[in-house]
């Protein structure tokens, strides 16, 4: 069996799991659908009509089979509260997550890139105190922070949730800033511990032996050594970002997915939290694969080892 068969049934079995999952846990809530959509002053008879048509009546073995299906064609079903489809109103919040993440995506790579200019010029310690104060900081005093500074010094302050204006872009800076911290400080501070370990591996000293200028180490040797353990690390702040962006969102009144979340839960509607969790998941699968297929083609020796196997 292949490495990429291997994968891609490892993705599909988790993918399964979290469909079952978000299906069992929704289902051992305490509270009745259909209740919920006809209101506490609805008649039993309507309740029980309402229920039948819903397939909430049927084993749960045959649910679970329907929900399998429609969530095979992406669809989530209708909102409890006022009848969206699910997946439209999944798909708009998400695309202003995506938006957010990738912003504090970009962010953290120019920072990373700067603490790895810093270390090159032997003037790392700029950015060390920085990367401390990054990983100290809660996310959420920092968003509070940068929100009332954001209100008073930051000249765009609305957002249309459309992307129609500019100014929509810009607004995200702050939240993005905030959402980057984390992952800045770890990933500068495990780039810079990788660019030490290799500066002092045998086949840099080899190349410096030979002649090699150290910016033809750097661009030959160290950068590919250090990009794996570096793209590893940054496959495992995608969750993280997907968390913190729930706290985020709210902070800055930005309609998004994590806004969306809260909203559903206040509201008790179910159908909306199982697409938004299943969604969410899914999305995190995809960007774990993407990386899985980058990784060779940033170093081959990373193919050689998967061919082998």
């Known amino acids: 069996m292949t490495y990429l068969l291997q994968r891609s049934i490892y993705y599909l079995s988790l993918s399964f799991g979290i469909i079952l999952l978000s299906f069992v846990l929704f289902h051992a809530v305490p509270t009745d659908p259909a209740r919920i959509m006809l209101g506490p002053n609805a008649e039993e008879a309507q309740v029980d009509a309402l229920r039948s048509e819903l397939g909430l009546d049927r084993p749960l073995s045959i649910q679970f089979a329907t929900y399998l299906r429609n969530v095979a064609g992406l669809d989530f079903g209708t909102s409890f509260v006022d009848g969206r489809a699910v997946r439209v109103e999944v798909g708009k919040k998400l695309t202003v997550t995506l938006v957010l993440i990738l912003a504090s995506l970009i962010l953290t790579l120019a920072y990373v890139v700067i603490s790895i200019g810093t270390g090159i010029l032997g003037i790392w310690k700029l950015t060390a105190f920085?990367?401390?104060?990054?990983?100290?900081?809660?996310?959420?005093?920092?968003?509070?922070?940068?929100?009332?500074?954001?209100?008073?010094?930051?000249?765009?302050?609305?957002?249309?949730?459309?992307?129609?204006?500019?100014?929509?872009?810009?607004?995200?800076?702050?939240?993005?800033?905030?959402?980057?911290?984390?992952?800045?400080?770890?990933?500068?501070?495990?780039?810079?511990?990788?660019?030490?370990?290799?500066?002092?591996?045998?086949?840099?000293?080899?190349?410096?032996?030979?002649?090699?200028?150290?910016?033809?180490?750097?661009?030959?040797?160290?950068?590919?050594?250090?990009?794996?353990?570096?793209?590893?690390?940054?496959?495992?702040?995608?969750?993280?970002?997907?968390?913190?962006?729930?706290?985020?969102?709210?902070?800055?009144?930005?309609?998004?997915?994590?806004?969306?979340?809260?909203?559903?839960?206040?509201?008790?509607?179910?159908?909306?939290?199982?697409?938004?969790?299943?969604?969410?998941?899914?999305?995190?699968?995809?960007?774990?694969?993407?990386?899985?297929?980058?990784?060779?083609?940033?170093?081959?020796?990373?193919?050689?080892?998967?061919?082998?196997?």
């Open 130 to 309: 920085a990367n401390f104060l990054w990983v100290s900081l809660p996310t959420m005093f920092s968003a509070l922070l940068i929100a009332i500074l954001s209100a008073y010094y930051y000249p765009f302050t609305t957002f249309s949730g459309t992307f129609s204006r500019f100014s929509d872009y810009l607004y995200l800076l702050p939240p993005a800033f905030i959402l980057a911290l984390y992952p800045m400080a770890v990933l500068s501070r495990i780039a810079r511990a990788e660019m030490v370990r290799i500066d002092q591996s045998q086949f840099v000293i080899a190349a410096r032996a030979k002649g090699l200028t150290e910016s033809a180490v750097f661009r030959r040797h160290t950068l590919r050594n250090i990009l794996i353990p570096f793209l590893a690390a940054l496959s495992n702040q995608i969750p993280i970002l997907f968390t913190s962006t729930f706290i985020v969102e709210i902070i800055f009144s930005i309609p998004g997915i994590g806004s969306l979340l809260v909203r559903s839960l206040l509201q008790r509607d179910f159908p909306m939290l199982e697409g938004i969790v299943i969604v969410n998941g899914l999305v995190i699968i995809v960007a774990y694969m993407l990386f899985e297929f980058i990784y060779p083609l940033v170093d081959p020796r990373v193919r050689d080892s998967r061919g082998a196997a």
